[in-house]
């Protein structure tokens, strides 16, 4: 017999948040949201991971202070589903701002400009209770 667990207690991975994802619900204590990770740096291999934010204040601070789809690490518990039709899922518990991406031409796709970064060490974490 074997023994699955229903999430793994830590879970680190760096990407990019795909803002065309991320959602909230009507009172915003909680949100959802892509993860985009690529290990290979070719498009093709990207993984998209849904994540899910329970703390009332990262999730304030995820809707109205990333205007951007800047680098992050996002830190969590990683949720296994119940049933095959559900997905796999990362319960956020921190997320680190790494960097932010440049500004691309859309017809040509070359960067324009690079953004001033955000301040590096940015930490997203749940407030104290």
């Known amino acids: 017999m074997s023994v699955h667990p229903s999430s793994l207690d830590l879970v680190i991975q760096d990407g990019h948040i795909v803002v065309d994802s991320l959602a909230a619900d009507p009172h915003n204590a909680t949100a959802h949201f892509q993860l985009a990770v690529c290990q290979t740096g070719y498009h093709a291999d990207e993984l998209l ?3 899910h934010v329970t703390d009332r204040h990262l999730t304030h601070t995820l809707l109205n202070h990333l205007d951007v789809t800047p680098g ?3 830190t969590g518990n990683l949720q296994f589903p119940a049933t095959p039709a559900q997905p796999i899922s ?5 997320i680190d701002v790494l960097d932010a991406p440049p500004v691309l031409d859309p017809a040509t796709e070359k960067e324009l400009a690079t953004p001033a970064p955000p301040p590096r060490g940015l930490r997203l974490v749940p407030s104290p209770r």
């Open 49 to 51: 991971l849904p994540c």
């Open 90 to 94: 990362l319960r956020v518990t921190a």
């Open 72 to 74: 992050v690490r996002v």
